[in-house]
């Protein structure tokens, strides 16, 4: 064998073994979790809290990035917030509404959709939050200026971008 052959086989080797070890760290881990789970599901009743109190609970990534909190949030609102880098699931007064960013021709819109409504429609707001971040102001697009039975809304909103009728009123909320 040269000795080139010889690097190959060595490197294709340490991957291997790389691979192969973490195999085993996760098959371990597995095993573990699934004894966790036996354990668990064994628990004599009396060791099963009837009650547990939080303040807030916020479930992070491998990152540490929050991706669920369930709780009031800074600004005093209850609810559950699931979410992702464009994604939202928020519940407010009883309701609970799906959000998600979808700019368009530059702007910063979000599209909302009450979950609880049996049509499931969707409402698009142009949104800006003030420098400090206190201020948040919206403004929803006007069906007059869109209807409803719109196909290509991305499309038609782009269009209208500068129709001074395309928004209506701003709604400004503060921290």
Partial sequence: ????????????????????????????????????????????????????????????????????????????????????????????????????HSDVAGMPLLSVQNLNDRERKYVVLEWKLSEDGKRLTIRAVRTEAVPETTRDLARTIAENRENPKLFGEAAVYTR
């Fill in 1 to 100: 064998m040269d000795d080139a052959t010889l690097h190959a086989v060595e490197h294709r080797l340490t991957r291997l073994e790389r691979a192969n070890r973490r195999w085993k760290v996760a098959v371990a881990l597995a095993v573990g979790a699934l004894g966790g789970v036996v354990a668990l599901g064994a628990a004599e009743p009396d060791l099963i809290p009837d009650e547990l109190r939080v303040k807030r609970l916020v479930i992070v990534d491998q990152n540490n990035k929050p991706r669920a909190v369930l709780g009031p949030s800074s600004y005093g609102s209850s609810g559950l917030r699931l979410y992702d880098e464009r994604h939202y699931v928020v519940s407010y007064n009883g309701d609970l509404y799906r959000a998600f």
